[in-house]
């Protein structure tokens, strides 16, 4: 049973453009969520995080959004650049619980 | 300060053989975690130590043995390996564990077993 989902594999968007990244979970007591950044070849590295008792939280280019009545986060990059071509994973936890991840989506931004 | 540090990076075994897969960290951090990735699955938690002397199952530790031999280094023990272990295994660490603390990543051990 997978409380953390991302249902889009993959995504291709345009240099200069909007990157929105899609997550949905299930268990409710999760209570925090992370988004990760994974280049081939290499090992996740932190992006951004945000509380359940915030719905917004800002980094420079990327944004991530969390509705909680929806179950539902997203991770908006603004605007997209060549770089940020990678695998992106979300991530949530609850107190004293481990981190659960999503299967991840390959971004493509095509200059 | 080289972060969180993994060996091998890629090993190739045949079925029944036994590896231990090595992981450090220099941040200090109390906690240490051990996941694999396979395709389409994300990474699932094998085995973490929350602090230097305790060890806890994760999602999946079937096949696996681990020892937090110190407060910097998490190992990983294949015993009898089969080829369903053939996977990337990713060493993590935190300054603790649960909510907020990020974890941050090894580079990655790439096992086949064939």
């Known amino acids: 049973d997978q409380q953390v989902k991302q249902n889009s594999p993959s995504l291709s968007v345009q240099e200069g453009r909007i990157s929105i990244l899609n997550c949905d979970y299930t268990n409710s007591m999760f209570d925090y969520f992370l988004w990760y950044k994974k280049y081939p070849a290499e090992g996740p590295t932190f992006l951004i995080s945000?509380?359940?008792?915030?719905d917004k939280n800002e980094d420079g280019r990327f944004t991530v959004f969390l509705n909680k009545s929806a179950k539902h986060l997203s991770l908006h990059i603004v605007p997209s650049q060549p770089g940020d071509s990678a695998v992106y994973f979300c991530a949530a936890s609850r107190p004293a619980r481990q981190l659960t991840f999503g299967s991840g989506t390959q971004l493509t931004v095509l200059p | 300060n080289a972060g969180v540090t993994q060996t091998p990076k890629f090993q190739v075994l045949k079925t029944g053989q036994s590896m231990t897969l090595q992981c450090a960290q220099d941040?200090?951090?109390?906690?240490m975690y051990w996941y694999r990735q396979d395709p389409g699955m994300g990474l699932r938690l094998i085995y973490y130590?929350?602090?230097?002397?305790?060890?806890d199952k994760g999602e999946v530790p079937n096949g696996y043995n681990v020892s937090r031999l110190n407060k910097r280094e998490f190992s990983l023990r294949l015993e009898s390996a089969a080829p369903s272990q053939t996977s990337v295994y990713f060493c993590?660490?935190?300054?603790?564990?649960?909510?907020?603390?990020?974890?941050?990543f090894g580079p990655g051990t790439r096992l086949t077993v064939t």
């Open positions: 993590a660490s935190s300054a603790g564990t649960g909510d907020p603390y990020e974890q941050y």
């Open positions: 945000i509380s359940s008792i915030k």
């Open positions: 941040m200090n951090h109390n906690s």
């Open positions: 130590s929350a602090s230097e002397g305790t060890t």
